[in-house]
């Protein structure tokens, strides 16, 4: 349970909330690389409750600027890209990806208007481009941090694969329902199950056993877990996570499978997009690997959540399915069982009334650690979890311990 207080540090994301004002202080997925093309349309692009633009000039520079023109405010979503910049379409200012204006029409030539236009800068932020996504900086230093150079950050083209879900619930739901290690072998185990015995055979092993020993520990990046279940020939089954805060995990897949990743990053107070991916080294990431990882799901690699349904449609639940068998009767993929269940909370959920019992340990840990880097921050601007990490060692796995192993050497 929360204290009021402490519930609305960890949910407020608006514009000069301390939360907005810390998370901006990352570098944040904010669009596919795939959905700007050179010369194409500009994206709209939501964080932390303020309005972007993003585009691709036609020399392939990426530009990332405030929605709003600087001359009377028209959308620059709208605007003409054109070569190297964007044309607002309202009186015909030109921007390029550093926010200069190259022309403004209807302003003249004489020198005095050029000074004018010179001293203008349309807000602009530090961008890159990695493992398939364009990540943007939008903090108040001066220097954006040094880039994450995460494993799937590095991995070639089409060794990737990243979607989008545009969900209507505040971003603390979001991230609690990857960190919530012990719903695995319930509310996913007929999605699970499906997948026993094929691709992620391995999983089957974490529905024997509903109430897992759960192990963890503080890290530099955020934190480490294990949920080990004993089995019967003597060893025991761990599966074993990072949780890269203020918003990532990496969750484990069966071997052989692809290496699996979220980013959990808030729109507004009560929008979140979770970034999905999978990606593996050995080849690319095939079809039959993108169909099972998001069976049912949208044709739409920026909101594959489309279909998800709302509580007037009970999400598509099937009734029928649940009588028949199938424990949660959300019988599309995985992450719609999650995006359901965080859904059905409501758009900003009650923390100062829930009912937390031990296995929920990791989500009460977090949290504190969230609320502790909230303090530091504000305290002397301190940003936790970036100094000294090495993100590309971090990746999940799941192992078969023998008597006196240690998980914390198996990942
Ligand atoms: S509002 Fe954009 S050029 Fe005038
Ligand atoms: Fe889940």
Avoid at 39 to 57: I, W
Avoid at 276 to 292: G, L
Avoid at 353 to 378: I, N
Avoid at 380 to 386: A, L, M, R, V
């Amino acid at each position: 349970m929360l204290s009021h207080e402490h519930q609305e540090l960890l949910t407020r994301v608006g514009p000069g909330t301390p939360m907005a004002r810390m998370l901006r202080e990352y570098w944040l997925p904010a669009a596919r690389s795939a959905s700007l093309v050179a010369d194409g349309k500009p994206q709209r692009v939501r964080l932390f409750g303020e309005n972007y633009v993003v585009f691709r000039a036609a020399g392939g520079d990426i530009g990332f600027l405030d929605e709003a023109c600087p001359h009377r405010g028209a959308s620059l979503a709208l605007a003409r890209n054109e070569g190297n910049g964007l044309v607002c379409i309202y009186h015909g200012w030109k921007f390029d990806t550093a926010g200069r204006v190259l022309e403004a029409p209807c302003e003249g030539a004489n020198p005095r208007q050029k000074e004018f236009m010179n001293s203008i800068v349309a807000g602009h932020y530090p961008v890159r481009e990695a493992g398939g996504m364009v990540w943007v900086y939008l903090g108040a230093r001066r220097e954006p941090p040094e880039f994450p150079l995460f494993e799937f950050n590095q991995v070639g083209e089409g060794h990737i694969k990243v979607r989008r879900a545009l969900l209507d619930y505040n971003w603390l739901q979001g991230l609690e329902a990857h960190l919530d290690a012990a719903h695995l072998a319930v509310l996913h185990a007929s999605t699970i199950g499906r997948f026993a015995g094929a691709l992620d055979s391995d999983s089957g092993l974490a529905l024997k056993n509903l109430a897992p020993e759960m192990e963890m520990e503080m890290t530099r990046y955020g934190m480490r877990e294990a949920a080990i279940r004993p089995m019967p020939d003597g060893t025991r089954y761990a599966r074993m996570r990072h949780l890269i805060l203020p918003f990532f995990t990496m969750v484990p897949s069966a071997p052989n499978s692809p290496c699996s990743g979220r980013a959990i990053v808030p729109i507004d107070d009560e929008h979140t997009a979770e970034w999905y991916f999978i990606y593996r080294h050995d080849r690319p990431i095939s079809e039959t690997e993108i169909k099972a990882q998001w069976l049912g799901a949208a044709d739409n690699d920026d909101n594959f959540a489309a279909n998800l349904g709302n509580a007037e449609n009970m999400w598509h639940q099937d009734r029928a399915a649940l009588k028949g068998g199938h424990w949660s009767g959300l019988t599309r993929c995985i992450p719609f069982e999650d995006f359901t269940v965080s859904s059905s909370m409501g758009i900003r959920m009650d923390r100062t009334k829930e009912k937390l019992g031990p296995s929920d340990m990791v989500l009460v840990h977090a949290r504190k650690a969230l609320l502790d880097a909230l303090e530091a921050f504000q305290a002397d601007g301190t940003i936790s979890w970036q100094g000294g990490v090495d993100f590309a060692s971090l990746r999940a796995a799941t192992a078969t311990l023998a008597p006196g192993d240690d998980w914390r050497l198996k990942v």
